[in-house]
């Protein structure tokens, strides 16, 4: 390659340093629910999306092995379930999934694959999507592929349900669409905060164009009685059209869900280029995956625990009189001011902590945050000294 066409991109990676927003992988040494980053001391994990602590946890893991004495599962699907990947287990799973939903299951290889695909397959030149200004990136692309064939796609201000309302009416009355998908999330990933799910079905309810996504990434295994998401809490699982979330996070494992309607289940095989063209999961990831949830329903006492956690980690943001939009695990800390967030990431970093600084552009210009995941396999005394060392650096990066 001529050195031209490698310098228009070491350009642009210049401008991200220069503007300090060049990532970088990091060496990582993980240790149950500590963590090496870049050659530091063990610290306490608290950016993971193992909310339950089961991916730290030898004993599941332990057990999940001896089990694959008597069957073994292959490394490869070698093919995409249309072809010859449709591996047994593939169908256990979803026949799992929709016996704890009461309603049809259907697999990707990630949630990633899930919003890519599913928006684009459901939608045409008469479907207007209104999704929520902070949706997830895999949701902004699956919605870039849908306009492509003439979707409308318009953002509503972050949990703004009244705005939500007037775009609804605007176009139930419009004759030129058809369908009106809404899509959100339930938890969302920076704030912490959740859609309130009552208020969205009851407006499914009066406009009758209107399909609810919910994407539930965060809340799965979390959430709800059995831990199936706050579709559980809120009661409306047979309200929500597309219930889209992720084996990756709590649930330890890899993979995507979407729990839908048979009619639409049976169309997504057909139309979603992401499950046709791509290599399903290898059987054995699977095999995991059930284990796994098996265990789900039985885990209220990590599901208390954790929410336990969470609301003690809100009261002591509030008291240092910092916004609060947290509901859920996922609690940030802003700060507001990039270099009092990135000292105050290293000052927790010093005292064994493992927290993310988030920066623009993930989020909002002014926003600037700690982003701290909580998970069930903290116990209280270690919440207790943590909840003291981060009030002291808040304050004394505050000052
Ligand atoms: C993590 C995440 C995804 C992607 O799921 P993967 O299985 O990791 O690809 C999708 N949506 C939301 C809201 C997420 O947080």
């Given at each position: 390659?001529?050195?031209?066409?490698?310098?228009?991109?070491?350009?642009?990676?210049?401008?991200?340093?220069?503007?300090?927003?060049?990532?970088?992988?990091?060496?990582?040494?993980?240790?149950?629910?500590?963590?090496?980053?870049?050659?530091?001391?063990?610290?306490?994990?608290?950016?993971?999306?193992?909310?339950?602590?089961?991916?730290?946890?030898t004993s599941l893991y332990e057990e999940f092995l001896e089990l694959l004495?008597?069957?073994?599962?292959?490394?490869?699907?070698?093919?995409?379930?249309?072809?010859?990947?449709?591996?047994?287990?593939?169908?256990?799973?979803?026949?799992?999934?929709?016996?704890?939903?009461?309603?049809?299951?259907?697999?990707?290889?990630?949630?990633?694959?899930?919003?890519?695909?599913?928006?684009?397959?459901?939608?045409?030149?008469?479907?207007?999507?209104?999704?929520?200004k902070l949706v997830h990136a895999s949701i902004i692309d699956g919605m870039q592929l849908a306009a492509k064939h003439g979707t409308k796609t318009i953002r509503y201000q972050h949990q703004n349900l009244p705005q939500l309302e007037g775009l609804i009416?605007?176009?139930?009355?419009?004759?030129?669409?058809?369908?009106?998908?809404?899509?959100?999330?339930?938890?969302?990933?920076?704030?912490?905060?959740?859609?309130?799910?009552?208020?969205?079905?009851?407006?499914k309810a009066q406009y009758p164009k209107v399909m609810l996504y919910v994407d539930e990434a965060h809340a799965i295994g979390v959430r709800g009685g059995r831990g199936l998401g706050c579709v559980e809490e809120y009661g409306v699982i047979n309200q929500v059209d597309f219930i889209v979330g992720a084996f990756g996070k709590a649930l330890a494992s890899v993979g995507g869900y979407c729990i839908c309607h048979?009619?639409?289940?049976?169309?997504?095989?057909?139309?979603?280029r992401p499950l046709i063209f791509s290599t399903a999961l290898p059987p054995i990831n699977i095999a995991w995956s059930c284990f796994i949830l098996e265990q789900i329903p039985l885990m209220n006492q990590r599901r208390k625990h954790l929410m336990k956690l969470s609301d003690d980690l809100s009261k002591v943001v509030h008291l240092a009189k910092l916004p609060c939009p947290s509901a859920s695990q996922i609690i940030p800390i802003i700060l507001g001011d990039n270099t009092r967030t990135l000292n105050a990431a290293a000052d927790l970093g010093r005292?064994?902590?493992?927290?993310?600084?988030?920066?623009?552009?993930?989020?909002?210009?002014?926003?600037?945050?700690?982003?701290?995941?909580?998970?069930?396999a903290i116990n209280d005394d270690t919440m207790t000294k943590f909840t003291q060392v981060l009030t002291q650096i808040v304050s004394s990066e505050s000052k």
């Open positions: 390659m001529n050195d031209q066409l490698l310098n228009f991109y070491a350009e642009q990676l210049s401008a991200l340093k220069a503007s300090h927003n060049h990532r970088q992988l990091q060496r990582l040494k993980h240790q149950g629910q500590r963590i090496g980053v870049n050659d530091s001391k063990p610290l306490l994990n608290l950016a993971s999306n193992d909310y339950l602590g089961i991916a730290s946890q004495h008597e069957q073994r599962w292959p490394f490869s699907a070698s093919s995409s379930r249309l072809l010859t990947g449709n591996f047994e287990n593939f169908e256990r799973l979803e026949t799992k999934m929709a016996s704890l939903f009461g309603r049809p299951c259907l697999l990707f290889n990630s949630g990633y694959h899930a919003n890519i695909g599913i928006l684009p397959a459901i939608c045409d030149d008469k479907t207007v999507i209104l999704a929520d009416q605007k176009y139930q009355s419009d004759n030129g669409i058809c369908r009106i998908i809404v899509v959100t999330e339930s938890i969302f990933s920076m704030d912490g905060d959740i859609t309130n799910l009552s208020h969205l079905s009851h407006l048979p009619i639409l289940r049976d169309y997504l095989i057909n139309k979603m005292q064994g902590y493992h927290v993310l600084a988030v920066r623009p552009p993930t989020v909002p210009k002014g926003q600037s945050r700690l982003r701290i995941c909580l998970n069930s």
